[in-house]
């Protein structure tokens, strides 16, 4: 499980672990910066051995919570990360996380607003905007659509290619004023700034233009394909962006 919003409705809980729940947000927001610290590092070690789902029910600093769709999710880092862009393109490309900080960095501070009525406001994301990879791998006319995937081996998503050439969707490096770390994502993740946070995909491995929209792993499953903020998924919330 990693922290953010659940994008999905939660798996039935007893009476007990939700009363428990409850308690564990109140500690929350009365315990000492060094506690909740503890209480995060605690969830974030077990998130990933978690099958049950119940760790994406507790609270977490920074309005986020701990959530996958995959039963764990390898680390990567500066050694082992890669990206790679292709599929209708002219300069098909593989990025380690040392390419991708190189290149030019935008910094956008938006609202992070999740599909089940979650808003983090002000959320700091910085990275590279994905029009600029776009441009370097060179794509080709017959294009319509980017499909992503992820290294968690499960999660994909999709844009079209003018949604994915807006300057409000990053190839992120960094949240919060700090490197993305594992259990928000990271090494790097995407962010679709004007969409529901479903579109941005965490641990992200691959960017692949298409010539067609595939739905992603929540479209499959009844979700908006485009997912704009306050206009899709039969929900009126404020615009983020």
């Known amino acids: 499980m990693n922290p953010e919003p659940s994008e999905a409705e939660g798996r039935p809980v007893g009476r007990r672990v939700f009363l ?3 308690g564990l947000g109140a500690l929350g927001v009365v315990a000492a ?5 503890g209480l995060e590092s605690f969830l974030g070690s077990v998130s990933d051995k978690d099958p ?13 919570r701990y959530y996958s769709v995959a039963a764990s999710v390898p680390h990567k880092g500066l050694a082992d990360y890669r990206l790679r862009v292709d599929g209708l393109v002219d300069r098909p490309r593989t990025y380690t996380l040392a390419d991708l900080r190189a290149l030019p960095q935008t910094r956008l501070v938006k609202d992070v607003q999740c599909v089940t009525g979650w808003r983090v406001p002000g959320t700091p994301f910085e990275g590279v905007r994905l029009a600029h990879l776009l441009d370097a791998a060179g794509v080709r006319d017959s294009a319509k659509a980017i499909r992503f995937t992820c290294f ?15 300057p409000d969707i990053l ?5 919060q004023d700090k490197d993305i770390g594992h259990d928000h994502g990271g090494p790097v993740r995407l962010y679709v700034a004007p969409m529901y946070f479903y579109k941005s ?3 992200l491995s691959g960017i692949t233009v298409t010539d067609h929209v595939r739905p992603g792993y929540w479209e499959n499953l009844g979700y908006d394909v485009d997912a704009w903020v306050g206009r899709s998924n039969g929900r009126t919330d404020e615009p983020t962006s």
């Open 52 to 64: 049950t789902g119940l760790t994406g029910l507790l609270p977490n600093g920074g309005g986020f």
């Open 152 to 166: 968690d081996g499960t999660y994909t998503e999709s844009l079209t290619l003018d949604q994915a050439r807006r």
């Open 171 to 175: 190839v992120a490096l960094r949240m």
């Open 33 to 37: 910066p060094a506690l909740q610290h």
């Open 201 to 203: 995909a965490k641990w």
């Open 20 to 22: 428990g729940t409850l």
